[in-house]
Structure formats: C-alpha cells, structure tokens
C-alpha cells in the first residue's frame, strides 16, 4: 500500500459508506434495512482493504468480482452471480478510483476540496435522479414476458429459467378484439388529432414571432394553457361544452380535444425554432416577387421543418398516451389504447397490460430518438444560416 496516494481511512471510510447504501436496499427487499446497511459497510470495507494490501489493481479487481458473483451464485442463483459479479467490480474500480486520487482527473488542479465534492455529489445525485425516473419503466419491460398472470417476478424468473418466459400476453393482445379495437382507435385518432396540432400550432408560432402582433404575450399564454391547466379541469371543461354543442362521445370531438392538448408543444417547438430564423431570406424571396405561400413553402418551411416535426412528435404522442380526456369526451366507440389500459386495472387485473406497456415505451423510445435527431439537425441547419 505504499503507492497509494490518499489515506487508508479516507478511501475505507466512503467505500463503506457505498457499500452500506448498497446494504440498505438489498437489507430492505430481504426484510432487514439496518442489518443490510451494517453487513454492507463491512463487507465492503473489508474488500477495500484487502485490495490495497494486495497492491495488484487489475487482479484483484476481477478477483473481486468474481469471488463475489460466486458467492451470489450459492446464495441466489443466476441472478445473485450477476448482481454479485457487478457489485464486486464496481467496488474494486471504486477502492482504486479513490486510492489513486484519480476523481481529482477531470477538475482543473486549483480546485477545492469543496469544488471537487460538488463536482462528484452533481452526478451521483442527477444519476439517483435518472434510476429513480427509470427504474419503474425497466421494470414493466420484463415483467410483460411473464408465463404467469401475476405482476411479480416469479422464482423461474428470478433464477432465468426459460420455462418462467412466455409470450402469452403479446398473443393475448393480438388475439383480443377489445385490445385490437382499442388500438384501431388510438392509431386512427392520434395521426388526425397531431396533424390539426401541427396545422394550427405552426400558423400560430409563426404569427406571434411577428415583432408587431398586439398581445403577443398574452396569446401566447392562453395557446399554452392547456399544457399548464390540471388536465382534469380541461377535461370537465370539454366535457360540458362539447355537450352544448353535440360534439360529445363523437370521433371528431376527441380529435379536437387531443389537438387543443398537442397545440401547445407545437407552439413552443417551432417558436424555438424561428429564434434563430433568418428574417433576411423571406424579404429577399419577396423582393424576388415570391408570394407569402410560396416564400413560406419554399423558405421558411424547410428550415423550421425540424422544430414542426418535433412539435408534432410531441403532439402525437400526448394524443396517443392520453386517457383522462377521453373518458370525460369520448364513448364506448372511442375507447383507446390507454382507456383500455385504464379498464384492465379497474375491473379486471390483467398482465396483457405490462405488454402493451412495452410496446408503447419502444414507440416512446423510437419518437424520442427521431426528435434527438431532428434537433440535431435543426442545429446544424442554424449553424449554417447566414445569420
């Protein structure tokens, strides 16, 4: 241990301290927090030490991590080897991380102690953060391969037996008239409902970027206010007005509602886009005799197609995770996918959800990289303007 640069103390201390927040919630799931948090401590403590007095970072890293996966093995099977092998590892590049002062590597050499904790604590606390939002998603995603009608992980599961896997609630979705005609519902309403957003929402954005419109703020405000009205107020709102209209429990009425819901992220994408607009290029096609639509067409409109698509993206997917509007404005005929859902859990328990969860969580998944895309593109594209 002769080599190693900061006290032995100091790297014991916070590799215990990882290894009992690791112990608290293992120790929680088993039933015991407090003797998790104290068997973690020492445990990892423990494998701290015995790495530095070895002095061989890479051979007694994987030692480490398989010593420990052997022990999850004997303890819990398939899953305690994996967990266990991960956790060794981690705390093994974590000892030596510590030890060789090498979390000091990324901070510029003038820096605080105080600087180089705030640093570090700014990334573990925006990770727990990431787990904590995503944690529940992972979950849903294997649990919809259960052979089994239950919400839990089943002990074939746990220990990867093949014959703990089904498909049978994927089947069950296609093969359900109920959940087809939901499906039919929401792939027929959301596209008409985006593309009403995408219409109104980019004449709107577009006219309030006009420096001599009365008002603009406060139109702006109203646009947006059914992304900040609590959605169940808008719907009890829609609800009596489409009855005084007779727009109520019809096709068209949920088109509506959803296009008021997705008009205000079109709105504020393409907004963010015309910020960096060139106004010069729409005065030069009119002086060169182009009309509004054609200057808008063949101008404006490619160069701001990236935030419209993004805003439609948005709109789209609103309109086809929504469920509280629709049960206050549609009917029986309207039932969508996430009204379905919402039925599964109310009347009846049944798993075919945890599929159709998954399945739209990869439709989220897809949507949210095309808009990764398009907003990269729409940088490049106002990096290439002559303004």
Known sequence: MTDIKRPLPFVLGIVAAFGALMGLFVGTALGSGLLGIVAGALLAACAGFGLLALGREKEGRWGLAILA?????????????????????????????????????????????????????????????????????????????????????TPEMLRFDPEGYSLRHYRDFFNSSDWQNALWNSVTIAPMATLLSVIFGTLAA????????????????????????????????????????????????????????????VIITVTATLVGFDRSLTRAAANMGAGPVKTFFRVQMPLILPGVISGGLFAFITSFDEVVIVLFVGSASQKTLPWQMFIGLREQISPTILAVATILVCISITLLATLEFLRRRSERLRGLSPS
Request: glycine letters at 10%; a positive charge; aromatic letters at 18%.
């Open 69 to 153: 996966g052997l022990v999850g093995l004997l303890l819990t099977g398939i899953t305690g080897l994996v967990i266990g092998f991960l956790f060794g590892w981690f705390v093994g590049w974590f000892t030596w991380w510590l030890a060789m002062n090498r979390y000091r590597d990324p901070m510029p050499p003038y820096s605080t102690p105080g600087q180089v904790l705030w640093h570090h604590a700014f990334r573990v606390i925006c990770g727990a953060i990431f787990v904590f939002l995503i944690t529940p998603i992972i979950v849903v995603m294997p649990l919809s391969f259960n052979a089994e009608n239950f919400f839990t992980f």
């Open 206 to 265: 577009i006219g309030l970027s006009q420096p001599h419109v009365p008002f603009r703020r406060a139109i702006m405000a109203i646009l947006i206010s059914p992304m900040i009205v609590p959605l169940i107020i808008s719907a009890a709102g829609m609800y009596f007005f489409y009855s005084r209209i007779g727009l109520q429990g019809t096709y068209f009425g949920v088109v509506l509602a959803h296009a008021a819901l997705g008009i205000p992220f």
